[in-house]
């Protein structure tokens, strides 16, 4: 009698995120939508909160942020988060596979080719430049102005022990992005949001890069976790701090109302915290400070709008 044949369980990697809901998709759909890192939407989070904090600041006096204007900015930042992981992904596919968390990615897996990769990647840019073309002429060519960032980041970590100060220069776009789709222009109100995104994420994406700096080390990928190691603690602090300085002179210039120092406390607050108390040896505790940046994110959001609206 013959037997069934045996089903191999499906690759996935480790830091893919339990039972979520791109387990429950068609199979041939699953590894694209892992390579876009759609089961971990903290990183679509970070992308869009400076797109959100500069949309609130640049609305006019006593007005709310332009509901349609936030939603474009989700859906943008959920589709180039997801081509950028994937460039990523294909630049770091030979070093993925020697590094634990992520030799279980799909490409060094070899559920998704090259080629097929490229062709996703593709249609994720184009999902992108059509949300862009609904803004205005200006805010185009500033979004445009973007790929270089995001085109470089994935070679930095060859090159640099600083690739979490070029991956800020990208991940924040959005904060004078944001600012130029609703006024047509750049303010310094934007400009010191963005320098204080930039901040914001050296020190959040250190935290990150503790979880990998074994293996990092061993196969010669360089980052600030490396750079800094026993001074990281003191590293956050700074640029936490100097993060904090920065939204308050944004905001100071915009005069929003008390609700924005109120919420602006209480963001510093949870960046002290996060400075204070994390364990840059313990990988669980850094991936769960990482993804509390979020939550600060969005807190600093209901700030600037509220502080906009009252002010």
């Known amino acids: 009698m013959p037997t069934a044949p045996i089903a191999t369980p499906e690759l996935k990697p480790a830091d893919a995120a339990p039972n979520s809901w791109v387990d429950r998709c068609p199979s041939g759909l699953r590894p694209y939508l892992r390579l876009a890192r759609a089961d971990r939407p ?56 020697q590094v634990a968390r992520t030799r279980g990615r799909p490409l060094p897996s070899g559920a998704v080719g090259v080629k097929a990769a490229f062709a996703f990647l593709g249609l994720q840019a184009l999902a992108g430049l059509g949300v862009l073309l609904t803004l205005n002429g200006f805010t185009i060519w500033l979004g445009i102005a973007s790929l270089v960032p995001v085109a470089v980041y994935p070679f930095m970590k060859r090159i640099t022990y600083w690739p979490q100060a070029v991956l800020g220069i990208a991940f924040n776009w959005g904060a004078l992005v944001g600012w130029s789709a609703v006024r047509g222009d750049l303010g310094w109100p934007a400009i010191l ?119």
Request: hydrophobic share 55%; aromatic share 12%.
């Open 42 to 97: 903290i990183g679509i989070w970070l992308l869009m909160l400076p797109c959100w904090w500069s949309t609130a600041l640049a609305a006019p006096a006593g007005r709310l942020p332009d509901v349609g204007l936030l939603i474009l900015f989700f859906i943008g930042s959920a589709v180039m988060r997801g081509a950028g992981c994937t460039l990523n992904d294909i630049a770091d596919r030979d070093i993925d596979a």
């Open 193 to 311: 949001l963005y320098l204080a995104g930039i901040l914001w994420t050296l020190g959040y994406d250190t935290i990150y890069a503790h979880q990998d700096k074994e293996d990092d080390a061993v196969v010669g990928v360089k980052s600030t976790a490396l750079r800094l190691g026993a001074k990281t603690r003191g590293f956050l602090w700074a640029v936490y701090g100097g993060m904090v300085v920065l939204v308050g002179i944004s905001g100071a210039l915009v005069g929003l109302g008390w609700p924005f120092w109120l919420g602006l406390a209480l963001c510093a607050a949870h960046l002290a915290w996060q400075a204070a108390v994390t364990d840059f040896d313990d990988g669980a505790e850094c991936l769960a400070k990482f993804k509390a940046n979020a939550r600060m994110g969005f807190l600093l959001f209901l700030a600037i709008a509220a502080g906009q609206y009252l002010a």
